[in-house]
């Protein structure tokens, strides 16, 4: 059955652009929110610009809709006053906005960064410890916690994706292992909005890799399946570039560059 109207915010992003021309068919209406300017409206959509960090105007694009794929706000590591806005404050506003409208299901785009510093060799699952690599992880965190508080006490379902590195190909040797292509997203996003039954889940977002950090095992009741493997690209990338060094922080960690950089404030 399809869904009555499907919210994604962030919609002008790299990811946002890709649900809006792939996952029509989840819903009869899908609603298309971001804080920029988007191309207008197309058959079946309906387009809406929105700060997040404004609650009155996060209620008028969450009224009317039945499930909520939420990409919107700060993407990578930025200073906390950036950071602050969409992925901390916004982030409450929408499921504030979202309880009041009675919506049920949310993909919620977590990050990899909020287990960033666990160091390679350590495999992860759902129920592994947090571990964040930046302050932009810092805020992925929180946003799990806020999932987690909403479905405990309010009973919305959200799946909190840990998104690897969503490109159309590995751009890096790490990405071997955190590559999730394109199509495995999709196919992500439709068992999300698809299952029978949710609860409030850690799924890793990463594709059938050969190199591979996290397990999801204990959420394959989801019955997402990931098609696709970064090995393809291997040999591209081992002619492209040289790996970085055994002891830099940057391949210890999980996070990467992002467990390697400095405070981004100073």
């Keep these: 059955m399809k869904l009555k109207r499907l919210l994604i915010t962030g919609a002008a992003g790299g990811l946002g652009r890709l649900a809006r021309e792939r996952l029509g068919g989840l819903a009869e209406t899908i ?19 929105c700060d997040l960090g404004d609650f009155e105007r996060v209620r008028e694009v969450v009224e009317g809709c039945d499930a909520i794929l939420h990409l919107g706000g700060v993407s990578v590591e930025r200073s ?9 404050t916004g982030l409450y506003h929408l499921y504030e906005a979202a309880r009041k409208a009675g919506v049920r299901r949310v993909l919620f785009a ?7 510093f666990h160091p ?3 495999m992860l699952d759902a129920d592994s410890p947090f571990a964040p690599d930046s302050l932009y992880g810092v805020s992925k965190v929180f946003g799990e916690a806020v999932a987690m508080l909403y479905w405990e006490k309010f009973g919305i379902e ?34 999300v909005f698809r299952a029978p039954r949710l609860g409030c889940p850690v799924i890793y977002g990463a594709s059938a890799n050969a190199e591979r950090w996290w397990d999801n095992s204990k959420v394959g009741y989801v019955g997402w399946v990931p098609q696709d493997s970064s ?14 060094a055994v002891d830099d922080p940057a391949n210890r960690y999980q996070g990467g560059g992002f467990a390697a950089a400095g405070h981004y404030e100073d």
């Design 80 to 88: 906390f006053a950036e950071i602050s806005n969409g992925n901390l």
């Design 158 to 191: 959200t799946a909190r994706v840990r998104i690897g590195s969503c490109f159309a190909e590995p751009r890096d040797h790490r990405m071997l292992a955190t590559w999730l292509s394109p199509d495995d997203f999709v196919r992500l996003c439709e068992a």
């Design 31 to 49: 609603r298309l929110s971001d804080v920029v300017e988007m191309t207008p409206a197309g058959p079946g959509e309906e387009v809406m610009t």
């Design 120 to 122: 390679r060799e350590r």
């Design 231 to 244: 090995e393809a690209f291997r040999a591209k990338l081992d002619a492209a570039m040289t790996p970085p």
């Design 110 to 116: 977590s990050s990899n960064h909020a287990i960033g």
